[in-house]
């Protein structure tokens, strides 16, 4: 089905490989499109439940965007080229109801740490590298990565990563609130898997109404405190408010439908 990735749906969680490890899981034209691909089943998909994405090999998550392809890009290029990530995949990422975390393995750079953190979070391996090196070409973050990194770090380190262009490895990301667990790259994928089947035992309707006022939070939303009043009443709309209400006060597990 995919050219550049790898799916593997088994017990409600889609894996996603970006395989192009000879590239170092380089995002090109390609992957992006496939990406796109990738994000609409997730969404439409209810057999999806929550969602992983990876690199290929231990080196990379995605060590960037595929250089080559600036060559011939002008003002208008740039532009479109980062507008169509952005709708295609990283805007979609970010504002899925269903849990997508990027399990990163070895190099996150540039437009590969920019995927990470269109994420809802993140884990990483002890070899993990992140950095936004875009000044090195005399370019900027171009898929999100100087607002989503700000957010997640604050203002101060975020400036300093970006203008400098430096690395850093897992455990500084993980002090700094950019990745939220350090696994050895072994147990990575599986470990992350164990979180998102945990969430899987959640009221899924209800998952997804956090995902976006966390979202709403982050992004200093004016109306995020009615919205959370909108969203708590909407929960008790559903089956599973009833059940989980239920559950807990017959002290049995809930089983919950999403309805």
């Given at each position: ?199 899987q035992t959640k009221a899924p309707i209800a998952v997804g109404h956090s995902i976006a006022l966390v979202n709403d939070a982050s992004n200093c939303h004016p109306d995020g405190l009615a919205h959370e009043i909108e ?29």
């Amino acid at each position: 089905m995919y050219t550049t990735l790898l799916t593997q749906l088994e017990n409600g969680v889609l894996t996603v490989t970006i395989n192009r490890p000879d590239k170092m899981n380089a995002l090109n034209k390609d992957v992006i499109a496939e990406l796109g691909q990738v994000v609409d089943e997730i969404y439409n998909n209810a057999e999806i439940k929550t969602a992983l994405f990876t690199g290929a090999g231990e080196k990379a998550f995605v060590a960037g965007a595929d250089i080559s392809e600036f060559t011939t890009l002008d003002k208008d290029g740039g532009m479109e080229l980062a507008r169509r990530g952005a709708d295609l995949v990283f805007n979609r990422i970010e504002n899925c109801s269903k849990p997508i975390v990027a399990a990163i393995n070895g190099f996150a750079l540039g437009g590969g740490c920019e995927l990470a953190m269109s994420c809802h979070f993140r884990t990483a391996s002890e070899n993990a590298k992140f950095g936004q090196p875009e000044v090195n070409l005399g370019l900027i973050p171009g898929y999100g990565g100087t607002q989503r990194l700000t957010k997640l770090i604050g203002k101060g380190k975020a400036m300093e990563l970006i203008l400098t262009a430096d690395m850093i490895g897992a455990e500084e990301a993980k002090s700094l609130g950019l990745v939220n667990h350090v696994f050895p790259i072994a147990d990575l994928v599986t470990k992350t898997k164990d979180i998102l089947l945990k969430i899987q035992t959640k009221a899924p309707i209800a998952v997804g109404h956090s995902i976006a006022l966390v979202n709403d939070a982050s992004n200093c939303h004016p109306d995020g405190l009615a919205h959370e009043i909108e969203r708590f009443g909407a929960c008790f709309a559903t089956e599973d408010t009833k059940e989980g209400v239920s559950a807990f006060l017959n002290k049995r597990k809930a089983a919950f439908q999403g309805k």
